[in-house]
């Protein structure tokens, strides 16, 4: 029996969504994927409904760097209430309890953020996708149940305020390593306080290596749409721009027939470990490899087509 094809174009690249409030990450995945008739799509690191801000939303070949993405750095903006403590950590949870807020300075308020700045060892909230025995967690807190979570070791690069409206809003900006939650931070920090607190608010700005992203709302898509596909097609960003802060090797075509039947290859000046990216001798984008032990170049993520993206010689390492 033959398999079923899916439907749609063999498009290719990044899009950077600004999501709305109110939709979960796959909603939004499915509406670019729809109005780019895109015939495979996937997204690179779930939002809450209450968040909005930066999706990127990979586009055919684009999906096998979409990994790399979830590994990133994330920035994040947000609008704190102290005083109140909610079942989820946000303003779409039940009040656990309310607390009166003390007199707190901007100098202690800053002080405490230094305590969770750093390596820290984050307990996952109940109210999140991760898995315990096939189901997930915020399936089993919606039963009532609450089962043990391991503490993950996450990094907070920042944690900074930006604002105070009187004594019960904050303002904040963190910057912060993949798997991290937010909500659990701002919980966390309203209990050293001793007042609680909730997110009310929360918008990521930036994903490494997007960090000052030209975003488009599904309103702005939706509108190229109707002028056609082609305009549409012009706010895809290459694929090699999800690694673009990656060393950059040029392969000459030798070098580039064998890599892309799986076999690493020597490459003078390549960089002495870790990922890179690649690309033939016409600049081409293949994707992604890596160094070995013995200064060989070897595939890691290829393309199956390597005319995805393109990039200039400047800055790259040849074969």
Not at 53 to 65: D, N, Q, S
Not at 115 to 141: C, D, N, W
Not at 162 to 184: A, P, W
Not at 281 to 303: I, K, N, Q, Y
């Amino acid at each position: 029996m033959s398999r079923r094809r899916r439907s749609g174009r063999d498009v290719h690249g990044v899009v950077l969504l600004d999501k709305p409030a109110g939709l979960t990450s796959n909603q939004a995945l499915q509406s670019v994927k729809r109005l780019f008739n895109a015939r495979k799509a996937g997204h690179t690191g779930s939002l809450d409904p209450i968040a909005t801000g930066l999706l990127p939303i990979c586009l055919g070949e684009a999906t096998k760097v979409s990994g790399f993405l979830l590994e990133a750095n994330k920035h994040y903006e947000v609008r704190a209430k102290l005083g109140e403590r909610t079942n989820t950590g946000d303003a779409e949870g039940e009040v656990l309890e309310t607390r009166p807020v003390p007199p707190i300075s901007d100098r202690q308020l800053r002080r405490a953020l230094k305590k969770f700045t750093g390596t820290l060892q984050q307990v996952p909230p109940m109210y999140s996708a991760i898995k315990h025995e096939g189901q997930r967690l915020y399936k089993l807190a919606r039963q009532g149940i609450e089962v043990e979570r391991k503490p993950r070791e996450v990094t907070v690069f920042q944690f900074d305020m930006r604002d105070r409206d009187g004594s019960e809003e904050v303002e904040f900006l963190i910057v912060c390593s993949k798997g991290t939650y937010v909500r659990t931070l701002v919980d966390d920090l309203g209990e050293t306080l001793g007042c609680g607190a909730h997110v009310v608010a929360l918008r990521r700005a930036g994903v490494e290596p997007y960090d000052t992203p030209d975003m488009h709302t599904l309103d702005e898509l939706e509108a190229l749409a109707e002028k056609g596909l082609e305009s549409l097609d012009e706010v895809i960003l290459p694929t090699d721009s999800a690694l673009a802060k990656w060393p950059a090797v040029a392969l000459d075509p030798d070098s580039s027939f064998y890599l892309c039947r799986g076999q690493p290859v020597l490459v003078p000046r390549a960089p002495g470990e870790g990922n890179v990216r690649l690309y033939d001798s016409d600049g081409r984008f293949l994707g992604v490899g890596h160094v070995l032990e013995d200064g060989r170049v070897a595939p890691r993520r290829l393309l199956k087509l390597p005319a995805v993206a393109e990039v200039s010689s400047r800055g790259v390492t040849r074969a």
